[in-house]
């Protein structure tokens, strides 16, 4: 892949704590509009992997480049939003802290809220939201700085999962509507929703710390009506997951 | 209901108890006067109760004030350097550690014999520091880790942080901590008096000296129950103040 086809990478990156094993060293690189979802069991790397990608923390060993600083967003596994602020304020707070004026931001904070269908909660406090929404409005804040990197750590993990599908839908739509599309990179450790998601899955080794497979998705972003049931989805699904299976810590048993 | 009801019926069966008990036995009154003699006292001498009430309330609460602001003020200058609160902390330990009382007469000799009532606010502020002080350096650390994740992404400023994260995060803390604060000022301004001793403030720990001194215990007992009733108010005011806070961040 040819250096102005990266948005982000990491090439031999090693991270090393003090008081567990060390991850990588992992090699992953992020074309530009692309989707990539990493799948893993716990304590095989996924966040700090996205922690690389943002620039939140530095490999030990290796190099995480990134293209895009600046232009990076972040969304959490829980919502993280300041419980006393209100929506409207919570999404502006990016835009804010970068030195846009205060009337703009939260112009541009209440058509985020809009584009996830919460234009009519922007006073809402985050305590008056569902999981759901708050997810949502978590993701307009992710948004409303216009990232061409956009790294989501589990952000659905907590939700039940009529809720988890139509924020999937969401964000395809919102990834699609936009020009050029972002890089989205998504953690998660649901085989099906990384598929399902994703342009390309990357299964992390929770033993090595490495990725133990790589393998693009079939079919089209958004995705057809029923595409679950398509026979290249469910072949790439069972793929990777005895790929993930192998990749278990406990796989001698 | 009843938890308004049986803390008062506890109270009203243990006067009863009291005042028969002193009754029948002809217990002396300096020894322990009935509860009767304390209300006697209570109303005869309410309007000096009152003034040194006001005193010692006007003490605790200027203490109070001082601690808010040094601990408050010493913390957030803490809290943007590491090496400072490593400096600091043993420091501020040391103040906490140290019993009032003994330093007590220093304060007096450097506040001057004739200004007793500012080593009362100096050594009342010293005790009602530390819990300020903890409560806001806890608080200015408790935002969410991802949180603060979110603001080096966006490369957020220091003063940025400061002001749009850890102040409000650390506001139920440091409410807290005023609340102990404010019956350990109370606490302060008695122990002050006491050592000061001779009359030159005249608040209600120089009432309950007094009295004592002339075996008046029932003046001593009503003193006490003022004090009792002071310290109820301040951290009541303080607490109400905190829930309101909380609910309003959360």
Redo the contacts between chains.
């Keep these: 892949m040819a250096v102005a086809d990266v948005i982000a990478a990491l090439t031999g990156a090693v991270v090393r704590y003090a008081d567990r094993a060390a991850i990588g060293p992992l090699n992953l690189s992020v074309a530009p509009g692309e989707i990539v979802a990493v799948v893993g069991a716990s304590g095989a790397g996924k966040s700090t992997a996205l922690?690389l990608l943002?620039?939140?923390e530095r490999p030990s060993e290796g190099q995480a480049i990134t293209t895009a600083p600046?232009r990076?967003?972040?969304v959490?596994?829980?919502p993280?939003l300041?419980?006393?602020a209100d929506a409207q304020t919570n999404v502006a707070?990016?835009l804010e802290?970068?030195g846009t004026p205060k009337d703009e931001a939260r112009a541009l904070a209440a058509a985020a809220l809009a584009s996830v269908g919460l234009g009519e909660r922007l006073t809402a406090r985050p305590?008056q939201l569902s999981g759901g929404m708050a997810m949502r409005a978590s993701l307009a804040r992710a948004l409303v700085?216009q990232p061409d990197l956009l790294l989501l750590d589990e952000p659905f993990a907590a939700l039940d999962s009529v809720t988890r599908r139509h924020l999937i839908e969401d964000l395809h739509s919102l990834w699609a509507g936009r020009s050029p599309r972002p890089a989205i990179v998504f953690v998660t450790h649901d085989i099906e929703e990384a598929v399902y998601l994703a342009g390309r899955t990357v299964v992390l080794d929770a033993v090595s710390g490495q990725v133990a497979m790589a393998r693009p998705t079939p079919g089209d972003i958004p995705r057809q009506a029923g595409w679950r049931g398509d026979p290249d989805y469910r072949e790439t699904v069972e793929t990777l997951a005895a790929a993930l299976a192998h990749a278990m810590p406990d796989r001698v048993a | 209901m009843s938890r308004l009801v049986a803390p008062l019926a506890l109270i009203a069966l243990l006067l009863a108890v009291w005042e028969i008990a002193c009754r029948l036995w002809q217990v002396p009154v300096y020894f322990l006067p009935p509860p009767s003699a304390v209300v006697v006292s209570l109303v005869e001498r309410a309007p000096i109760l009152a003034g040194s009430a006001l005193q010692t309330f006007r003490m605790a609460l200027q203490a109070l004030a001082v601690a808010a602001l040094l601990g408050g003020g010493l913390a957030l200058a803490v809290s943007i350097s590491r090496t400072a609160e490593h400096a600091v902390r043993p420091l501020a330990v040391a103040l906490q550690v140290t019993p009032i009382v003994a330093i007590a007469p220093l304060v007096l000799i450097w506040a001057g014999l004739d200004h007793a009532d500012r080593a009362v606010v100096a050594l009342a502020a010293a005790v009602a520091f530390f819990p300020i002080f903890s409560g806001v350096l806890t608080g200015l650390k408790s935002a969410d880790p991802d949180l603060e994740r979110l603001f080096d992404l966006y490369g957020a400023s220091r003063v940025q942080r400061l002001i749009r994260l850890r102040i409000p995060a650390a506001l139920p803390f440091a409410l807290e901590g005023l609340r102990v604060a404010s019956g350990l000022a109370v606490i302060g301004a008695v122990v002050a008096e006491f050592v000061s001793g001779s009359g030159a403030t005249q608040g209600l720990a120089w009432r309950l000296l007094e009295s004592g001194n002339r075996l008046r215990t029932a003046d001593m007992l009503a003193a006490l129950i003022c004090l009792m009733a002071m310290g109820l108010a301040l951290s009541g005011v303080v607490g109400l103040v905190e829930r309101r806070v909380r609910a309003y961040l959360s």
């Design positions: 922690r943002a620039g939140l600046g990076t967003a972040f959490f596994q829980s993280t300041m419980p006393w707070l990016p802290l970068s305590r700085t």
